[in-house]
């Protein structure tokens, strides 16, 4: 069923797991994740972002999730993905959003904290829970100084101040991960001494975006069909698993999905050109989607906590 987003973390966070939060855009996204999920007895997120609402509907993707997370048996959070201002926070509570996030990090720290108040404010006046973010997503050089560090990434002292300021439920952090299939060259840098100076200073649970890992299995079956991509690259795994347990309790994944649905769909275009009937074409892409989404939910300690 569906579930409050506060409710998940909190226990992912006390019990040192972390429960992936995966874009949707469409039925057969939904499909693969809450079939994997309940396969693997997994708590999950489903998030939207303006992308998807744009594409899909923020209606009809909402109506499409609640629905079908009322027939599983593992606990749904339907969360708002990089809400942009209060009156989106205030859409996805009217459209019945367990979860939203409100996205003020590009504002400086006391715009950031005022709009985000409100946006609480709102928010747990009808019991739904919160995420907000401090620092500016973007990767980082192995060898950068400390200073350029500094000047976006999330502060482990302004972190405390802006969870005490704001009353939100759970904090999404900067520490050199980015959105997107191009990461950053060879293994992206990750500033795990700052997480853990986070950590220590922030007991809700924290939030990790731009967390995909581009998957060589994925670039090969993209690689296969002729795709080109030049050099993406994602997060990998060993770090995903060292920030669990400093604290990160959400992790976010779009790209590796876009990936498995788009080489699904490329297989059977390509190497089957007499097919025209969409459902086996979509069908192969739900296929690898489900692959994708189980290694997740392994990687991220997530299977059987349901
Ligand atoms: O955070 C960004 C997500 O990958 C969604 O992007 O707005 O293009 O759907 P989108
Ligand atoms: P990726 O692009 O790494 O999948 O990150 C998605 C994300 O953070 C959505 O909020
Ligand atoms: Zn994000």
């Given at each position: 069923?569906?579930?409050?987003?506060?409710?998940?973390?909190?226990?992912?966070?006390?019990?040192?797991?972390?429960?992936?939060?995966?874009?949707?855009?469409?039925?057969?996204?939904?499909?693969?994740?809450?079939?994997?999920?309940?396969?693997?007895?997994?708590?999950?997120?489903?998030?939207?972002?303006?992308?998807?609402?744009?594409?899909?509907?923020?209606?009809?993707?909402s109506?499409?999730?609640?629905?079908?997370?009322?027939?599983?048996?593992?606990?749904?959070?339907?969360?708002?993905?990089?809400?942009?201002?209060?009156?989106?926070?205030?859409?996805?509570?009217r459209?019945?959003?367990t979860?939203?996030?409100?996205?003020?990090?590009?504002?400086?720290?006391?715009?950031?904290?005022?709009?985000?108040?409100?946006?609480?404010?709102?928010?747990?006046?009808?019991?739904?829970?919160?995420?907000?973010?401090?620092?500016?997503?973007?990767?980082?050089?192995?060898?950068?100084?400390?200073?350029?560090?500094?000047?976006?990434?999330?502060?482990?002292?302004?972190?405390?101040?802006?969870?005490?300021?704001?009353?939100?439920?759970?904090l999404?952090?900067a520490?050199?991960?980015?959105?997107?299939?191009?990461?950053?060259?060879?293994?992206?840098?990750?500033?795990?001494?700052?997480?853990?100076?986070?950590?220590?200073?922030?007991?809700?649970?924290l939030?990790?975006?731009?967390?995909?890992?581009?998957?060589?299995?994925?670039?090969?079956?993209?690689?296969?069909?002729?795709?080109?991509?030049?050099?993406?690259?994602?997060?990998?795994?060993?770090?995903?698993?060292?920030?669990?347990?400093?604290?990160?309790?959400?992790?976010?994944?779009?790209?590796?999905?876009?990936?498995?649905?788009?080489?699904?769909?490329?297989?059977?275009?390509?190497?089957?050109?007499?097919e025209?009937?969409?459902?086996?074409?979509?069908?192969?892409?739900?296929?690898?989607?489900?692959?994708?989404?189980?290694e997740?939910?392994?990687?991220?300690?997530?299977?059987?906590?349901?």
């Amino acid at each position: 069923p569906l579930a409050l987003g506060k409710d998940v973390l909190d226990k992912a966070r006390r019990e040192g797991y972390a429960v992936p939060s995966f874009n949707t855009n469409n039925l057969e996204i939904t499909q693969a994740i809450l079939e994997t999920a309940e396969a693997l007895r997994a708590p999950v997120f489903i998030q939207v972002s303006d992308g998807a609402r744009k594409y899909a509907g923020l209606e009809n993707l909402s109506n499409l999730v609640r629905d079908m997370a009322s027939r599983v048996s593992v606990p749904v959070v339907l969360h708002l993905d990089h809400g942009a201002d209060y009156k989106m926070v205030l859409q996805a509570l009217r459209a019945g959003f367990t979860s939203v996030m409100i996205d003020a990090s590009h504002h400086p720290f006391e715009e950031n904290v005022c709009e985000t108040k409100k946006c609480v404010e709102a928010a747990h006046a009808v019991g739904v829970s919160v995420e907000a973010e401090l620092g500016r997503l973007q990767g980082i050089e192995d060898n950068i100084v400390v200073d350029a560090k500094d000047a976006f990434l999330t502060d482990p002292e302004e972190a405390a101040r802006f969870v005490e300021a704001t009353g939100i439920d759970y904090l999404a952090i900067a520490i050199g991960t980015s959105h997107g299939a191009y990461k950053g060259k060879g293994r992206p840098y990750i500033d795990h001494a700052r997480l853990e100076q986070i950590a220590a200073k922030v007991s809700i649970p924290l939030v990790l975006h731009g967390s995909s890992g581009v998957p060589q299995w994925l670039k090969d079956k993209m690689a296969a069909t002729g795709a080109d991509l030049g050099d993406p690259t994602g997060i990998h795994d060993e770090d995903i698993r060292k920030a669990i347990p400093n604290g990160i309790a959400k992790i976010n994944i779009d790209t590796d999905l876009r990936l498995a649905l788009t080489a699904g769909i490329r297989e059977v275009v390509v190497g089957s050109p007499k097919e025209f009937d969409p459902r086996k074409i979509l069908g192969k892409g739900r296929e690898y989607l489900k692959q994708v989404i189980r290694e997740k939910f392994e990687l991220m300690g997530t299977v059987g906590r349901a």
